[in-house]
């Protein structure tokens, strides 16, 4: 009798989804994500929220994050390279570089500046062993232990005044950039944008808010079929319970690591 055993691995679901101020004035999604697993069990995601005030905010944003991936996903990493702290940081970072410079590029070559392209970034490496992100802008970054204890890794940079925040195309960009490190049993990792930190943030306290995630990581620790997964995480993003408390463009990463 063959008994077939779970391989343990990453399930994800992630989308993007226009705000509704955005969709009542005929306007594209101006977020963008982007995410990969690579071999032994690493997880490579990335979330950019183009500025609308940017004439191609989406495109830098698109470009940031297939960018960033791409840089991290060809270094054949496995989770024993990843045991040093000063490798994952410098890996982060580059993958940031090169994010950045491809958006510079892509403004020089349709002959615009760079802040036409301007956009946030999230980028994080997460294997079942340690998550570490790096982050330019507002949105943020989260992860859950074997315990149970619910870890910000990133907070909104907001800037000084309401609707502002660090570009990646900024000149101070690498300066204000947060990074963390996290060694423990990773369960659960979780990337949102700015249109979300209402509803899955306490402001006042900087910590994310449990009754937000928690669901959402469980719905993607069972789910079996990823298009059935991401239909309903498409449907949970555009529901009224959402719309109603913000119009703006919303993206949501979120990952569970099934060792059963």
Sequence with gaps: MNISKQIAQWRIVAASVCGTSHLKNNQLCQDAHHWQVLSDNVLVAAAADGAGSASLGKVGAMIAVETAIENISTLRLTRKILTDDALVRSLLNDAILAAKKAVDDEAATCDK???????????????????????????????????????????????EYINETTFLTSPNALDTAQMKVWRTDIVNVGIITDGLQMLALNMVVGEPHKPFFFPLFEFVANAEDKTEAKEQLVKFLRSERITQRTDDDLTLIIAAFNNS
């Design 113 to 159: 500046q760079p802040q036409d392209l301007a956009t946030t970034l999230i980028v994080m490496l997460a294997t079942p062993e340690v998550v570490a992100v790096m982050q330019i802008g507002d949105g943020l970054a989260v992860a859950k232990d074997s315990m149970g204890n619910l870890l910000a890794l990133t907070i909104p940079d907001s800037g």
